[in-house]
C-alpha cells in the first residue's frame, strides 16, 4: 500500500523472532536479547504517542518476555496489545488478559499430514504452562513446559494452533507438502524450517491487527508492520506500509513495500528511525 507525503505511522506492529530478536545460527530459536538500537528506536516511537504492537507465531507466554525486554508501555497508562498464535490469540500486558481467541477443529489436518508424514511432531499450546505435545521438541524451539500427550487427545477438542515439526525434513518439503494435501478447513503457514503452523480460516496476524486497530480507533493505513518470516506475509500485504527485513525469504520479500536492514544489521531500528528519528 503506497503511504502519503509525510505519513507517521500510529501503530508499529512487530514481528519477533528474526526481527526484533537475532536468530542463533543453525538452530531454531533466537537469542533472547534486544539490542540496544532497537530498544532506543521502540522507545522514540512509544514517546511520539505511537502504538507498539507485538505479533508472533509465538504463544502468549512465549511473547510477555519480549513485551519486558522491551519495557513496552501503552499509551495513557494503558495496558500494551499483543497479537499471539499467529493472530488466533489477542491479549493486553500487564497483566496478561486475552481479550479474543479463535479455535477450531485440527483433527483432519492433523492427521492428513501425518499420513504423509508419519515421524512428524505435533505441539498444542497450553495457554500459561507451554505446550502438549505427541514428542517432545529440539531444545530451545518451544517456550515453556512440554506435557507429552497421545495425539488423538492433542486434537479432540478446538485448539487455537497446532505446531507440525519434522527434524528430518526441510522447509521446501513443506511448502510442497501443505499446499498438494490442502488442508481444508484450516490456515496454514511454512516456518523458517520443517515447521507448520495451522490455525482456524481467516486468522492471521492481518486479521488479529485489524482487531486491534479497531478498538485504537485506527485503520490499517496507520499501521507500520515489520517481519521476515511467511506468516508475515498477511500483515505486511495488509497494513499501510509492510517492510521486509533483509534476511526475509524471497516470498516474503515480493510482498513488501520494502525491504530494510537485516536482524544482524538492527534493520527494524532503521526503518524505524525513517518516521521517530
Given amino acids: 500500500m503506497s503511504t502519503p507525503e509525510g505519513w507517521q505511522p500510529k501503530i508499529i506492529a512487530l514481528d519477533i523472532d528474526g526481527t526484533l530478536l537475532k536468530w542463533v545460527e543453525g538452530a531454531g530459536m533466537t537469542h533472547e536479547q534486544i539490542e540496544p538500537a532497537v530498544y532506543d528506536a521502540v522507545h522514540r516511537v ?3 504517542g505511537a502504538h507498539v504492537v507485538l505479533a508472533s507465531g509465538r504463544s502468549p507466554h512465549g511473547m510477555t518476555p519480549i513485551a519486558d525486554l522491551l519495557d513496552l508501555r501503552g499509551q495513557d497508562g494503558q495496558r500494551v496489545w499483543v497479537v499471539a498464535s499467529n493472530g488466533a490469540v489477542i491479549f493486553r500486558y500487564p497483566p496478561m488478559d486475552v481479550v479474543r481467541e479463535e479455535t477450531f477443529d485440527a483433527g483432519p489436518a492433523v492427521r492428513a499430514v501425518l499420513e504423509r508424514q508419519p515421524n512428524a511432531i505435533v505441539a498444542v499450546e497450553e495457554r500459561g504452562i507451554g505446550y502438549r505435545v505427541s514428542t517432545p521438541f529440539p531444545d530451545g524451539e518451544l517456550s515453556g513446559d512440554m506435557i507429552v500427550t497421545p495425539i488423538e487427545d492433542l486434537v479432540a477438542g478446538p485448539v487455537s494452533r497446532v505446531i507440525i515439526r519434522d527434524p528430518e ?24 524450517t520443517a515447521w507448520l503452523d495451522l490455525s482456524p480460516v481467516g486468522v492471521s496476524k492481518a486479521s488479529g491487527l485489524e482487531y486491534v486497530a479497531r478498538e485504537l480507533g485506527l485503520t490499517r493505513a496507520d499501521v507500520l508492520a515489520i517481519g521476515d518470516g511467511r506468516n508475515d506475509i498477511e500483515m505486511l500485504q495488509w497494513a499501510g506500509r509492510g517492510v521486509a527485513m533483509g534476511q526475509s525469504v524471497q516470498e516474503v520479500i515480493d510482498v513488501a513495500d520494502a525491504v530494510t536492514g537485516s536482524v544482524y544489521e538492527d534493520g527494524a531500528a532503521t526503518e524505524l528511525d525513517r518516521y521517530f528519528a
Fill in 169 to 192: 525434513s526441510s522447509a521446501d518439503e513443506f511448502v510442497a507438502l501443505a499446499a498438494d494435501l490442502g488442508l481444508h478447513g484450516t490456515n496454514y503457514v511454512v516456518g523458517w
Fill in 46 to 48: 512509544l514517546d511520539a
